[in-house]
Structure formats: C-alpha cells, structure tokens
C-alpha cells in the first residue's frame, strides 16, 4: 500500500507510528474489561507558522470579562491567565492581537469565542510582518470548564500552536495556521471534540499526541486535522508494566523520582527490571530498577543534564517493555524559601514553598525529601491548596549536622535548600557581664538574652535565673525571644544586692545553658593624693601648680582601674583663694588623672571632688608667697661651684615654700627679671652677663614667660682667676633674690672618692686597708691624666687613718682605671684625707675626701642573718671584713676559725680557713647532716666574731 503523505513537508513514513496503524494492533489486544472509541478524523494538514501582538490586556483575569467588537482590536501582552473560575467571552468580529512573546492561558474557568462566518475571531501577531513563534502558546489547563468553553470561527495564526491539558474544550470551524511547531499538543487525558478544522503552515499541521498509556474513556474527536504520535506507542489499558508518568516535563540539572508499576505483586526475589534512555548524554537513569518481593512499584531518579526529549524504556523477560516520554524543558521553578537557613537542634521551623502560579482546581501535590536522611524530620509531601501559591512546612533538626532539603512537583522544576541544625546557645547581654565587669552595689544593669540561632516557630522562651539572688536579684524571671529574632526585646533588670559574685544563668528547652558570673564590687570612693602623702596642699601666689597632685578613684582602699571613664567635678571652697578645673576625667583603665591648681590669693581653703553615685572628697590648700632660687638653664639650683673657663648657665626659677621638689609652678602672666653682679672677689673677677654660652653680647635682662617656671637662661662670663661672686635678679626695681656666694674653681682639679663605684662614702675598718681612688677631671669631667702627677697626701687626723706620703700618677693614666691610694684604718673616727700637687699651675687646690674608720667586725655578703640547708646537701657561706659599701682588705694572711653549735646536725667542710693577703671576703660550704638548727660562727683576731643560724630541713 502506498504511503499517505501529510501536506506540510513531510510524509507520514516519517513518523514512527500513526494512531490508525497502532489502533488496529492495540485493539485486537485490549482487555475485555476496556471498551474504548478509537477514531481517526481528518487527514488534511497543511503547513504552520508564527504571530505576535501588542499589549493592552495583561496579568490575570479573575471576574467575568468581555472583550466586545467595539474594543476591537484587544492587544495581550506578557503571560495572560483567566483563573479563578471567571468566564472570559469574546464578541464576533473581535481581533485579537498576541504581542510579541505573548501568551493566553486558561488555568481555570471558561472562554467563550463565537464567531459568525461573516465576522469571525482573529487571534494573530501584534507584528506588522509577523512569522510562525512571533507569540507563545493558547493553553487550555485542568481547570477548564470544558462544557462552557468553546471556539468557533476562529482563525489563530502565527504563534507557537494550541495546548490541551487534562481539558476538553469544544474547538468548530477553528483555523490553526503559521504556528512554529504542532498545530495542537494534547496529553492522553484529553478529550476535545469539533468540527471542521484546518491546520496550514505550521512545523506539524497535526495534532500531537505522545506515547503512553490510555487508562480511561477519552475521545479524540477533533475532526478535519489529524493525531500523530511523535515517537513510541499509544496503549489502551493497563499493561504488565508500565513507567509512570508517562509523560514528564522536566528542568535541565534537575533529578527527578519516577517509578515502574507491575499490575501485580512481585514474586519471591523480587522483579529485577532493567532502564535505558534514548538519550542517554542529556536523561541519565540507572542501568535496573528492582521491585521488591510482594510490591507492585519501584522507584528509580532521572537525571536532566540537558535540553533534549528522550523515550525512557524499562523491560523484563516475562512482563515485556514499557515506555515513557521525558522533555527536558524551561520548567518553571518551585521556590523554596527557608526563613532561617540555620536551625536550631530540636526545635520546629517552617520553609515556605512557593509556585510560579495560583495552584489549580484541586491543588498541587509537592514532593519534601532530606538528603541524607536522619538529619531533618519533615513531612513527605504538602499539597498547595488550589488559587493559593505557597504553603509553609515545617522541619525540625534532629540530629547535628546539615542537609539539602528539597521539593518537586508535576511540571515544575524543582527546588532545593541546604540547611544545618546545630545546637542552641543561650547568650547573655550586654557582653561586659560575661567579661566580669563589675557592677556596683545599689545599680541596677539592664540584660538582655541572645542566641546562636533565629528562635523557632512560636518564638523561644528563656529562664534567666540568680544562683546567688542575696548578691544579685534578677526580674523577670523569663524573657521570650520572638520567632525569627535573635534577641529578646524584653530586658530583665539585675540588681546589685551585696558585694559579692553570682552566678546568672540562662535555659530554656532543647537549648546548651549559657551563664555569666556577675561581680557586685564596692561603690568607687574618690580619693585625693598628693607627693608624699602630705595632708595638704602648698601653692605659690599667682603660679599655677602642675605634678605631685592627682585625684584617684578606688575601690576598697585600692586603686579602681575600671573600663569606664568617671567625670569629677572639682571646685575650690574659696574660690578668693585657688582654682582648679570644674571637671576632669579620669580616663577608662587608669585609677587617677593629675590635677593642676593656680593659687589665686594668700589664704587657706579646700579643693572638693565629686563624681556621680560617689561621695565627695575634700583636701586642704595653702597659698603662700613664692620665693626665687638661682638654676642653670635646666632648672637644677646652683651648687656654688663652677670653673673659670666654662661660662655659668643663669636662670631664675618659681619655689614656692613648703612644697614638695616633684611639684613644678608656672607663671600665668611675663615676669621681666633684671641681673646684675656683687661682691666680686678679685672685684672684676668675671667678666660680666651675657646671652650666649660663648661669645655673644651682654645681657643683664631675661622674662620668665607664661607657662614657664624659670627665666630664659643667660650666662655669667669666664672668669680670670679663682675667687668668688654673687648674682643679683630684681623686678621693675625690686629685689626678688640674691644668690648664695659662687666660687670658682680651676678648670683641672683632683676626684678622691672611693674605689667601688656603688659606694657613696669612703669607709675603712679598724686594723685593715681600703683603697681610694684618685682620678683627674677637666671642667668637671673625668678626663685622662694630662701629665705625670706627684701629690702628697696626709690624714688630717693622723691618729685616726694612715696614707702614704706621696703617690704618682702617670700621664695618660685612665679615670676609669684609676690610681689607687691604700688607707690605713688606725682608730674609729672621721677625718679627712687631702692631697696637693705642689707648684702645679693646673691643679693649684688642695683636694679632699671624708674618711670613716669603722669598728672591726665580720659581715656575711648576703643581707640574711638566717640560712637554710636541706639534709645531704651544702650551702655556701660567706663572711667579708666590713660591710657591702666599705669592704677592706688583709695585708696579711688571717686565720679564721669555722665552729658549729651542733656537729651532729650541721658541719662545715673544713674548721680553718685562711683569708689572702689582700682579700677581703672568705667562704665555707656547710653540709646538713640531720634535721634540726644550729648556729655557725666565725673567729679571726682584731675582728669580732660573725655567727649565723642555719636550719637542717628534711
């Protein structure tokens, strides 16, 4: 027989199966218990293509509408959808107008579109020059109210082709033309009928159908265009093996459950039924699938990798083959949306999941499923009530860890989440009562709780409680975090009772415990201080005081160095008499914060602090006159002694009486200081006052500037020879002070002083020698010995000390490496020891040092008079002759004597010991024998016996 041909470039050999062919084949087969019409009307087709249209209706028609001939044409733009059981009805003669990308859906309700052959219904592009796909599909869905809807005399053209879904619409006299793809795509639950209509210039003037399974009376009774089947099999009936669904649009990277049905149990062992794709690069499924023993069904997961349709086949040597159609499309997405992404262990949450469109008549059936499983408790499936779009489910962590939860439904692309679940931790606030920052008894702090997570559905409720309410008390004694937050509104007041700590803890259900340990300290006490804890404070006339005075805050009688900063106010009693400050902050971390104070008139008053929550504070003032002193330009006071060649700094500084050295004062106003010199002897003996170190002309007038405390410095001139002078300073005629007499010395002198660098005086015992140092120096500093000296030296009491008559010091000779002078202790007592250099024009003086001959007795090096020695081991002991600023030394061996009260307990290594020549120190060890004490004492001649108590410690 010769193969029919289908108008419309291509042939009917081209497609795998035709309705009419198959029909034959599947009705010799059907069960008894099916009965079903299986017609073919209609084999004209002819060629499809596209339209497109301008907006002016859009979004959903939810009430009864009429688009009437006077509003003709009516343009739609975007996604139009009649929903809500409204009834859409469209007058004869009307243009419809499809605007690019356009698209009319029935989802629910009824279209009416009656035309008359002399003024039909147009549904075209919106596009001058349109072209097959200019606009999108006419749907008709589930929801359509199939016995009210109905076209007749309707061309539509040049869009994407008319959908029937799960419909049957009545479609007469109905023209389908320019459509990019079929004319009309059906599903196998459909049964759409009319009369007379045509399909010309689409990519399939046809009405597809796919493959799969009839299970139900359906009617094709669309005539005048005929049904194709794409690719695969139509069935009638309920085969031994099937794949549901049949038909299943999925989304690219999507991975999607379906499942084998067996018309009957599975046998012992089970069905091992074996997959394949057709496409097996872009829908992946697993190679078999098996039916457990005594189950109907199996489920197995498809794999979208990309755009494609591909016929999944599942087969078994006994039930045969079953197939099903996968179209791997733009689905639309499902949405879900956690509110919280991260759970709290044990504690319900809900995730929202939301459709692209209000659900259809009976709603829409989503798939729930948590990967890996154990994580999460949530229900299997939700349903979406019908006209809504979203529902909530709630999950509920049940163990720690995360997991991807997702949802899928029919049609729909589905949609995931990852979500983790952990423990709750209960936190309290603010964080310094976690830091121990200690509050004050009689405040009250307000806290709040925080947590690790969002509180769940229902919000959270927290205990919040004192271990120690006598030390602090907290109200109330819950605080509710709402649903979604991470912190109560609510604050919970804790009241500082009584010095002391508290433990406040936090719990609340399925939660860890949190805590802060409170500490309740003492209030502050301000509290005045002043160098060397003098009770009051001495300030100079007019002068402002800076150093020696600070107030400081406390706590317990110890300095508070608090996180916080404290503002004083500070105020003098008489404000005739001083002024401070009004306030001053004693910064956070430090205790206290220097004061300064100007002594405004001659009197006696108080400074008074205070702070906010603490107690006054009070310290007395005195305002006397201030004195002047004579300094160099650093402030140091005049020693009276200075060199002929070196010019003598000269300053006149503030001292005010009875004030401590560390407290410095300053002028607030210029004060003019005149200079001038006095009982100069040789008269003339300097050269006068001048305003540079060197060089220079002669000044005789300096300012002590506001903020200084001394004048700008000048310089009393070099002198011509050794004698002495005094200087003069005077104000606008009055004298302020005369200096004490300044004596000048050579330029090169004479340094004896002790040998040891630490000592402050020169001592010598009784019987032996000590040596003295002589170095020389050049305008006061050490410098080496210019030439070779000869000095002679005596003890002025001779009775008392002992030197040689003469020594030499050699030229070059180092200060650091000195000339050592030996003195003889003869008698205790003080005297001076002096020294000249005869007929020497640079050391024309006789130079001296004090000498101190002290008793002749044994010291031990170290400060204790008491030692310890555990039993089997030594301990070294020393003695030396002298103490640690005046050791001296034998000239001559001496012999010392080493004796223990209690041999038995302690014992020295050795009972005699020589002192060298020279030496002044000498040791022992001591070794414990048993426990107990005992006293060791050393004996030489000439010395008093030094004795030491050691203890024997086990």
């Not at 869009?159 to 007469?172: A, F, H, Q, Y």
């Not at 872009?282 to 190679?287: D, F, G, H, N």
């Not at 009055?734 to 002083?753: F, K, T």
């Amino acid at each position: 027989m010769q193969t029919p041909t289908v108008p419309g470039n291509f042939s009917l050999a081209e497609v795998p199966w035709l309705l009419t062919a198959r029909c034959r084949r599947i009705m010799s087969t059907m069960r008894s218990s099916m009965a079903m019409a299986c017609v073919v009307l209609g084999l004209s087709m002819g060629g499809l293509s596209d339209a497109a249209a301008a907006m002016m209706v859009s979004g959903v028609i939810s009430i009864d509408t009429v688009w009437s001939a006077a509003q003709s044409p009516v343009t739609v733009q975007g996604d139009v959808t009649v929903d809500q059981d409204a009834t859409l009805t469209v007058e004869p003669g009307v243009e419809v107008r499809m605007a690019a990308n356009a698209s009319f859906t029935l989802n629910r309700g009824a279209v009416v579109a009656v035309g008359t052959v002399d003024k039909p219904i147009v549904i075209s592009s919106a596009i001058a020059a349109p072209a097959p796909g200019s606009w999108g599909q006419w749907r008709f869905r589930q929801g359509t109210r199939s016995a009210q809807t109905r076209l007749e005399h309707v061309r539509i053209e040049y869009g994407s082709g008319v959908v029937i879904e799960k419909s049957s619409p009545t479609l007469d006299r109905v023209s389908i033309n320019h459509h990019r793809g079929p004319a009309i795509e059906m599903d196998l639950e459909s049964s759409p009928s009319g009369q007379s209509l045509s399909a010309a210039g689409n990519t399939l003037n046809a009405i597809v159908v796919p493959s799969g399974i009839v299970r139900g009376q359906v009617l094709w009774g669309l005539v005048g265009i005929p049904y194709l089947v794409r690719e695969g099999l139509v069935e009638i009936g309920q085969p031994s093996l099937t794949i549901e669904p049949e038909l299943l649009n999925v989304g690219a990277g999507t991975l999607t459950p379906m499942r084998v049905v067996l018309d009957a149990a599975a046998p012992a062992g089970g069905r091992l039924i074996a997959l394949s794709s057709s496409s097996s690069d872009a829908v992946k499924v697993p190679a078999t699938v098996t039916v457990a023993e005594g189950s109907s069904s199996a489920g197995f997961e498809v794999r979208a990798l990309g755009f494609t349709s591909a016929l999944l086949s599942a087969s078994h040597p006994e039930l045969g083959s079953a197939r099903a159609q996968v179209n791997v499309v733009s689905l639309p997405a499902l949405q879900l949306d956690p509110s919280i992404w991260s759970m709290a262990l044990g504690m319900p949450y809900g995730i929202t999941v939301r459709l692209p469109a209000a659900a259809p008549a009976g709603g829409i059936p989503i798939q729930l499923r948590a990967e890996p499983s154990g994580i999460f408790q949530l229900p299997a499936g939700i349903t979406v009530p019908a006209g809504q779009s979203q529902v909530q489910f709630v999950v509920q962590g049940l163990a720690h860890g995360s997991a991807r939860i997702s949802a899928q439904a029919q049609g729909l692309r589905a949609a995931s989440v990852d979500v983790e679940t952990s423990r709750m931790t209960l936190i309290l606030l603010p964080h310094e009562l976690r830091a121990s920052v200690p509050i004050v008894v009689g405040d009250a702090r307000e806290a709040s709780v925080a947590l690790s997570h969002r509180a769940p559905l229902g919000g959270l409720t927290v205990r919040i409680a004192s271990e120690a309410p006598n030390v602090v008390g907290v109200s109330p004694a819950e605080l509710v975090v709402a649903e979604g937050d991470y912190a109560s509104v609510g604050k919970a007041m804790l009241q500082a009772k009584a010095k002391g700590q508290a433990r406040v803890q936090l719990s609340a259900a399925n939660s860890q415990d949190g805590y802060a340990n409170v500490t309740v300290r003492s209030p502050t006490v301000l509290r005045w201080g002043y160098v060397d804890s003098q009770s009051a404070v001495v300030l100079g006339h007019q002068l402002r005081s800076v150093g020696g005075l600070w107030i400081e805050r406390t706590v317990d009688g110890e300095p508070d160095y608090s996180a916080e900063n404290l503002s004083v106010e500070l105020r003098c009693v008489s404000s005739a008499v001083c002024e401070v400050p009004s306030t001053l902050t004693i910064p956070s971390g430090r205790a206290s914060v220097e004061v300064t104070a100007i002594g405004v008139g001659l009197g006696v008053s108080e400074i008074e602090a205070k702070a906010a929550g603490v107690q006054a504070t009070k310290i007395g003032v005195h305002v006397v006159e201030p004195t002047f002193k004579f300094a160099d330009r650093y402030g140091t006071p005049w020693s009276g002694h200075r060199y002929m060649g070196l010019r003598q700094d000269l300053s006149l500084c503030f001292s005010v009486p009875a004030a401590h050295d560390h407290v410095r004062f300053f002028t607030d106003k210029p004060w003019s200081i005149d200079f001038d010199l006095s009982d100069q002897n040789p008269a003339g003996v300097v050269s006068g006052i001048y305003a540079q170190s060197s060089g220079g002309s002669s000044a005789a007038q300096s300012t002590i500037s506001p903020g200084m405390g001394c004048s700008s410095p000048l310089f009393v001139g070099e002198a011509s020879q050794m004698g002495r002078y005094r200087v003069n300073a005077s104000s606008a005629g009055i004298r302020l002070a005369q200096s004490a007499v300044q004596r000048i010395h050579a330029d090169r002198e004479l340094s004896l002083g002790a040998a040891c660098s630490d000592c402050i005086q020169f001592s010598v015992v009784k019987g032996f020698h000590a040596d003295i140092a002589v170095r020389t120096l050049h305008l006061g500093d050490y410098e080496d010995a210019p030439e070779t000296l000869t000095l002679k030296l005596r003890c002025v009491d001779a009775s008392i000390c002992s030197v040689p008559a003469e020594i030499t010091i050699p030229s070059g000779t180092s200060p650091w490496t000195p000339v050592r002078l030996p003195v003889l202790g003869l008698q205790e007592g003080t005297t001076t020891i002096e020294a000249s250099v005869p007929g020497s024009q640079r050391y024309p003086e006789v130079y001296s040092v004090a000498v101190s001959v002290a008793p002749p007795v044994w010291t031990f090096s170290s400060d204790d008079d008491t030692l310890t020695v555990p039993v089997g081991q030594s301990s070294y002991s020393q003695v030396c002759i002298g103490k640690w600023d005046g050791r001296s030394y034998a000239t001559a061996p001496v012999s010392v004597s080493v004796a223990s009260s209690k041999p038995e307990v302690l014992r020295p290594s050795v009972r005699t010991l020589s002192l060298a020549e020279g030496d002044s120190c000498v040791g022992v060890d001591l070794l414990g024998i048993a426990t107990g004490k005992a006293r060791v004492s050393f004996e030489a001649p000439g010395l008093t016996p030094a004795v030491i108590a050691v203890e024997v410690l086990p």
